[in-house]
Each structure stands twice: as structure tokens, then as C-alpha cells.
């Protein structure tokens, strides 16, 4: 559902996924937005009345996360068949996987300036990709539960991990080092969510609360109530004046902050200038901070916005059901017959968001204005035979990729009896070590 609050309350729901909708996710510029699915599929949706949207398959399990790269050309996509999947959204096609993970991958996100992807598992892991080799450069393991929930910091130095063991941790990604550990909830951590200025932290939790950490204290600041059941999300707007907040009480809660505004362009700017230079050590580039040790403050604000803001819900506000018409590969429907000219280009691609940096203004605002002009269905020239052949090409696929998930899960299985044997076989040795 997308939401209008001005100048008054409506909401927008779009219709296409065929089970629960597990993560969404703007473009950078906002101009298209990526959903994932326990359907095994990724859409690409343009917020408007129209609600037109690719799908996207390739996975072979449900789509936990998505993902956009900071420049809006790529799409990181996390999937409970243990892979990453990474998708140019220039093209709107797959580009490659990432498999290292032995169990469900519950998220995958970007560093701020694109190179590096941190992912998160219920193998206890969480990993640190590198866009360009495709390699996992960096591994962290913690023995007590799973990460639900892993994000950057604004400058891409470090990681934060929501633990299903109630914990919050600080990773220094350049000297391999855990910087802040928080035990300040009674229930799993859904989610986090750094503040642009990266001092603040703010985390979801199934005790139903939302935290805010001083990141440069080191300590708890406000512990904030306002849902009935677990939060399941929670996301600094791009300035950080306002978060929201969403659980399983069905409910989206707007907050505002304190803290002190940025303006998201010249974060952006901070960000994306490293990318055009030849890439140095991306672990060694940036000087390091000084960790902030925990203080033994214990003094914090709670607040519970039940006692004295107003309920905006009380009347219901209208929702306009929206159906997509589907385009159900990467690349079938995003471009009809390549003109010859840059401009023309910008003219018809679906995605007018990526084209911002080559295109000339006047060129997308006629693009989101003709963007009905695409041929329909019924208009395409592929012929019917052709369309056939492509259906049953992709219904092989699916046969494959699932054939593929099977021996995967064998071969999972088949490692954990070899690591089972080997556990034994060194216990024997230890035995028999002892007794000699």
C-alpha cells in the first residue's frame, strides 16, 4: 500500500503478488519500487494510478529482502534458497548470484558507495560481499542466535546487526571488529535503522517497543511504545527528521525526531563521489573511528504516544485497489525497438528513475506523462508461436531451478552428516589421545 497524507489521508494498494509481501523498497530518486514476496517473486512497481510492474523470477524459494544500490542501477535480492541475487535495473535483468550461505539468507543490503553487499543468515552468519570480484570478502559468526535484520552506516565503515537473540551489535568492517554490543530488549530485534548522521540508531523488537541509541555514548536514549504486538519495521526518512514504524498490531506509525536534520542530497553526494575513482582497499580506504566504549548510564526516556497524540485513523481513510498488468520475465517488457538516439531511449524505457543522470529533464517529465503510450498486449508484434515457445522455455526453467534447489538441499545435508562424522572422528582421536 502506498500512502498520501496530504492533503489528506488515501492510500493506493496494489494487487499482483500471489502470497505475503515480505520487503519494499524506493528507488533512490523514488520514481519505482521493488517489492519481494513469498510468491519467489520480485516486482518492480511504478507508484502511480497506473501501477504497471515487471516480475521478476529467479529464485527458488521466497524473497525475504530488496535491496537498491545507492545510484538506483542495481537491485540486491535475499531469498530463503540461500543465495543473492544481484539485477541491473538499467536493463531489468539478472546479472549474478552470490551462494555461500548454508541456510536461509534473511537480508542483503549495499554499502553506501556500491562495492560491498553485507548479508545476513539463520547459518549464524554475516557476510561481506564484493560487488566486483563477486567474492566473499569478510565473515562474521556469532554462536548464540541469527541476524533478522543487517544495514550499512551512513559512511559505509560499519555494520548493525538485529540479533533473534535480543541483541544489537556494531561492526567494524575495516579491522574485523565488534565496536558496540546492546542487550536492550526482552524479544528478537526485527529491524534497525541508522539516522543519516550516523550517531543515532533506532531498533524494531518483538517486545512490541522501538529503542533509540546514542551511538557516540554508547547507550540507551529513548525506548518508544506505541504498538500493541511485535514491530516489525522501522525506517529513518532520507533527512532523518521522521521514522516510521509498522508491527503485527496492522498498524503505521509516523514519528518525529529531535535530532538534527541533513539534507539527503549532500549525504548522497558524500556517498556516491567515492564511486568514479579506481577502487582502493575497500576495507583499508576510510581512517578509522575510535570505538565509543559502553558507559554505565542507565538513565533513559520512555514514551508512549497512546497518551497524548491524536488517532489520524479514526475516520477511515479512502483505498483505491490498484491490479498490475504483469510482465512476468526481467527484460520482455522493458524496451520495444532500441531507437537510435540517447533521447529516444529515455522514451521508452519503463524505468524513468535510472535514466536521471543521462537524460535531459524535459525528456522524463514527457516520459511519466506518455508513460500509457506503451504498446499493449493485443498491440505487440512477437508472435504467438514465439510467445508459446517462450512460456514453455520458462516453465523449464522453473523445473530446473527447482531440480537445482533439490540437489542443493541434499548437498546440505550431505555437509552436515561429513561435519557430524568429522566432530566424532576428532572426539575418537581426543579419546584415545588421553588414554595413551
Known sequence: MLWSLRPQARAFRYVGHKDVVTSLQFSPLGNLLASA?????????????????????????????????????????????????????????????????THWVRCA??????????????????????????QCVNNFSDFVGFANFVAFNPNGTCIASAGSDHTVKIWDIRVNKLLQHYQV???????VSFHPSGNYLITASSDGTLKILDLLE???????????????????????ELFTSGGADAQVLLWRTNFDELNYKDVSKRNLKRLHFDSPPHLLDIYPRTPHPHEGRTETVEINPKLDVIDLQTSTPPVVDILSFDSTTTTETTVRTLPDTGEEICGYFLNPSLMASECPPTVLKKKTEDISDLPSESQRSIPLAVTDALEHIMEQLNVLTQTVSILEQRLTLTEDKLKDCLENQQKLFNAIQQKI
Not at 553506501?112 to 552468519?125: A, F, H, M, N, Q
Not at 530488549?185 to 529491524?191: E, T
Open 218 to 240: 554508547g547507550r540507551l536514549i529513548y525506548t518508544l511504545q506505541g504498538h500493541t504486538g511485535p514491530v516489525f519495521t522501522v525506517s529513518f526518512s532520507k533527512g532523518g
Open 37 to 101: 514476496s513469498r510468491d519467489r517473486t520480485i516486482r518492480l512497481w511504478i507508484p502511480d494510478k497506473r501501477g504497471k510492474s515487471s516480475e521478476f523470477k529467479a529464485h527458488t524459494a521466497p524473497v525475504r529482502s530488496v535491496d537498491f544500490s545507492a545510484d538506483g542501477q542495481f537491485l540486491a535480492t535475499a531469498s530463503e534458497d540461500k543465495s543473492i541475487k544481484v539485477w541491473n535495473m538499467y536493463r531489468q535483468r539478472f546479472l549474478y548470484s552470490l551462494y555461500r550461505h
Open 109 to 134: 543490503k549495499f554499502s553506501p558507495d556500491g562495492r560491498l553487499i553485507v548479508s545476513c543468515s539463520e547459518d549464524k552468519t554475516i557476510k561481506i560481499w564484493d560487488t566486483t570480484s563477486k
Open 185 to 191: 530488549h526482552s524479544g528478537g530485534v526485527n529491524c
